[in-house]
């Protein structure tokens, strides 16, 4: 992974608030058009039997890809689907989803070339794919969950490299299990 760039300091303002307190469309007009890339994950819990199952399906069809090209379709539809988002042509985006001991992690990556990152993207996808693996789950595991939905990595733009530092805090609430699992 690429070395994190100097840590990001809250500025102390939202960028899609104006100074009146309304929201806006940040203008990337005068943003220089750069390749832009965002990573994304987070995880689906749920007990391993489940997992299994779904890992292995009866009958041969898998879940997972569904779940993949659900996170693809969605990553396209990101700016319809959160408000102030930039509409935008994305150049790729791949999310992969692999068995894990506490049920599945999954990842996305989005890249692009163009004035405007790809965070949304990514975490869009990331959190559809999990929807789509919660929705196979539910019948036999209720408690099924999607956890640490996080940014890990962006690249690209005026603010440069960013990647989630290794000794990050889990998100309050989350369990031990959440802070021990293995990275990718």
Request: charged share 25%; aromatic share 2%.
């Amino acid at each position: 992974m690429v070395p994190p760039s100097a840590e990001s300091a809250p500025t102390g303002r939202l960028t899609h608030v104006d100074e009146h307190g309304k929201a806006h469309m940040v203008d990337v007009t005068g943003k220089s058009t750069t390749r832009r890339i965002a990573e994304a994950r987070c995880s689906v819990r749920t007990v391993a039997d489940v997992a299994r199952l779904l890992a292995d399906p009866p009958g041969g069809l898998d879940p997972r890809a569904a779940a993949e090209l659900a996170g693809i379709m969605a990553a396209k539809q990101t700016s319809v689907l959160i408000p102030l988002c930039h509409p935008i042509r994305l150049d790729g985006i791949d999310v992969g989803i692999r068995v894990a001991p506490h049920g599945f992690d999954v990842v996305a990556v989005a890249t692009i070339n163009d004035k405007t990152g790809v965070e949304m993207e990514a975490l869009t996808a990331c959190t559809t794919a999990g929807l789509v693996l919660l929705h196979g789950l539910f019948e036999e595991d209720p408690l099924a969950s999607i956890d640490d939905l996080t940014l890990w990595h962006k690249s690209g733009g005026r603010s440069g490299t960013w990647v989630r530092p290794a000794d990050a805090d889990p998100p309050p609430g989350l369990d031990e299990r959440t802070s021990q699992r293995k990275k990718f």
